[in-house]
């Protein structure tokens, strides 16, 4: 079993930046790949980004492409998400998740740990 715990949302202008932090409980994260997903009002949940367990493979949604990084320290129990250039439509609560396949995948069915969420909200 593992346990995610976001932290880093909150809010800020357009144009800013956040870094969100998703610690993990277990002794087995090192072998997961990390996702993060977030969820709009009013709309479904969608892949932002993920990295592989080592962190030697990462993938991107084109809406943050070139706007965001993943990295992860295993040795922490940590996924970070640094996310440059923020829009109001990045506004959304953002989560992280787990996969014990360890490819960095898009589709959450993919994931099988989920935290509850951090709140992020960028005003125009």
């Known amino acids: 079993q593992v346990q995610l715990v976001e932290s880093g949302g909150g809010l800020v202008q357009a144009g800013g930046s956040l870094r969100l932090s998703c610690a993990a409980s277990g002794r087995t994260f090192s072998s997961y790949a990390m996702g993060w997903f977030r969820q709009a009002p009013g709309k479904e949940r969608e892949f932002v980004g993920a990295i592989s367990w080592s962190g030697g493979s990462t993938r991107y949604a084109d809406s943050v492409n070139g706007r965001s990084a993943i990295s992860r320290d295993n040795a922490k129990n940590t996924v970070y998400l640094q996310m440059n250039s923020l829009k109001p439509e990045d506004t959304a609560v953002y989560y992280c998740?787990?996969?014990?396949?360890?490819?960095?995948?898009?589709?959450?069915?993919?994931?099988?740990?989920w935290g509850q969420g951090t709140q992020v909200t960028v005003s125009s």
């Open positions: 998740a787990a996969s014990t396949r360890g490819r960095p995948s898009g589709g959450q069915f993919d994931y099988d740990y």
